[in-house]
């Protein structure tokens, strides 16, 4: 469990008023969320040769793209899980 005198700190930081029943939830759930984040950490370092200098800040229209139907199967039989043609992720919040 996240420590509650952490929470309340960073509730004060956020200039968010919260009630002891808020704090006490926000504790749970900040362990799950730090813990989940670590996961992606992992995956993150080991993912392979990305180099941080090539990463920019891209503007587009925010516009829906159609993509070939073999790449479309081939992203929803790498992932962990699917349902259908929708890749399942792990809920993180309420």
Same mark, same amino acid.
């Given at each position: 469990?996240? $420590?509650?005198?952490? @929470?309340?700190?960073?509730?004060?930081?956020?200039?968010i008023?919260?009630?002891?029943?808020?704090?006490q939830?926000?504790?749970?759930?900040?362990?799950?969320?730090?813990?989940?984040?670590?996961? @992606?950490?992992?995956v993150?370092?080991?993912?392979?040769?990305?180099?941080?200098?090539?990463?920019?800040?891209?503007?587009?229209d925010?516009v829906?793209?159609?993509?070939?139907?073999?790449?479309?199967?081939?992203?929803?039989?790498?992932? $962990?899980?699917?349902?259908g043609?929708?890749?399942?992720?792990?809920?993180?919040?309420?």
């Amino acid at each position: 469990m996240f $420590p509650k005198n952490e @929470v309340i700190k960073l509730a004060a930081l956020a200039r968010i008023a919260l009630t002891k029943q808020e704090v006490q939830l926000l504790q749970k759930e900040f362990a799950d969320i730090i813990a989940y984040v670590g996961e @992606v950490s992992t995956v993150a370092e080991t993912g392979g040769d990305f180099d941080v200098r090539l990463a920019r800040n891209v503007f587009r229209d925010d516009v829906a793209v159609s993509a070939d139907a073999e790449v479309v199967e081939r992203l929803i039989a790498s992932a $962990p899980q699917a349902n259908g043609r929708r890749i399942s992720v792990k809920k993180i919040l309420p």
